[in-house]
């Protein structure tokens, strides 16, 4: 029989990260009130989560019962920041799109190259979708994600250079694709 959620239980979930393991499934918490909060708004609020739940404090909103994974939910927010929490299968290419053009809003971008046939926050969004399941598998954080990510494909070409040729080349392809995706005609 499970006991009640502790506090121990809550460390150990945040250790581990928003991700399950294994699997890469996207978490978040719920509380005692039914809310439901995101790994960020339990880590910037940790000491009230603490409080609340020596205190059995189920009224005042941070008493966290559970951990769970959220499935197929795509319209599932944070009920501290009011973001929206990932889920595991009901990512629509809308949504992907979505929270990349809010997050290059809230960060001060520098402008965008062209998009000539208009589906750059699309591959974008696959680009996004790859790296986050690579994060979810390797556990690195958004600071090393992209360079070890390219490490690991270096290392995979090394391994099996007739399925994808060399780095190097692959590298220039890229390249060659994106100049292609970013100029106007």
Request: net charge negative; charged share 30%.
């Amino acid at each position: 029989m499970k006991t009640e959620f502790s506090t121990r239980d809550l460390k150990h979930a945040l250790r581990n990260g928003p991700y399950a393991w294994p699997g890469g499934y996207p978490l978040y918490f719920i509380t005692a009130d039914g809310g439901a909060l995101s790994f960020e708004s339990v880590r910037g609020n940790f000491r009230e989560i603490l409080l609340a739940m020596r205190r059995n404090d189920g009224a005042s909103g941070w008493k966290v019962v559970a951990v769970e994974t959220n499935w197929e939910d795509p319209e599932l927010y944070c009920d501290h920041s009011g973001g929206r929490i990932e889920s595991a299968y009901a990512e629509p290419v809308a949504a992907m799109q979505e929270n990349l053009e809010q997050e290059q809003q809230a960060s001060p971008a520098t402008p965008l190259p062209p998009d000539p046939e208009g589906r750059n926050d699309e591959r974008a969004a696959w680009a996004k979708t790859a790296l986050e399941a690579f994060m979810a598998e390797t556990r690195t954080d958004d600071g090393d994600a992209i360079a070890d990510l390219l490490a690991d494909l270096m290392h995979l070409c090394d391994r099996q250079p007739a399925r994808f040729g060399g780095f190097e080349a692959e590298l220039e392809r890229a390249r060659m694709h994106y100049a292609e995706e970013t100029t106007e005609a």
